[in-house]
């Protein structure tokens, strides 16, 4: 059984910055997207990386966020600068056992975390 666990949930200004991490046990190959869904709000796509380090952004988040993953320690990462008072949601980390995915789509992951909730003052 995958089981995700997102830890950095915090507050912080606009302009500041944010590291999340998300911790895998129970398989030893994936796939991971970030994904975050703010009240009301449709869950959306941020960011993935595969198990080669190719990394996917939503545009909305280019050259602000960086994905990285830590293999010897089962763990991705979300760096997250710049933040904007839209960025605030619950973000979600997903992974998915299979190289045949659409990054962006949230149905193509088949574990998720329990979220953790990034707030952005502005």
């Known amino acids: 059984q995958v089981r995700l666990v997102e830890s950095g949930e915090g507050l912080v200004q606009a302009g500041g910055s944010l590291r999340l991490s998300c911790e895998a046990s129970g398989r030893s190959f994936s796939n991971y997207g970030w994904f975050r869904q703010a009240p009301g709000k449709e869950r959306e796509f941020v960011s993935a990386?595969?198990?080669?380090?190719?990394?996917y952004y939503a545009d909305s988040v280019k050259g602000r966020f960086t994905i990285s993953r830590d293999n010897t320690k089962n763990s991705v990462y979300l760096q997250m600068n710049d933040l904007k008072p839209e960025d605030a949601a619950v973000y979600y980390c997903?992974?998915?056992?299979?190289?045949?995915?659409?990054?962006?789509?949230?149905?193509?992951?088949?574990?998720w975390g329990q979220g953790t909730q990034v707030t952005v003052s502005s």
């Open positions: 990386i595969k198990w080669n380090r190719e990394t």
């Open positions: 997903a992974s998915t056992g299979t190289d045949h995915w659409y990054q962006d789509r949230w149905d193509s992951y088949d574990s």
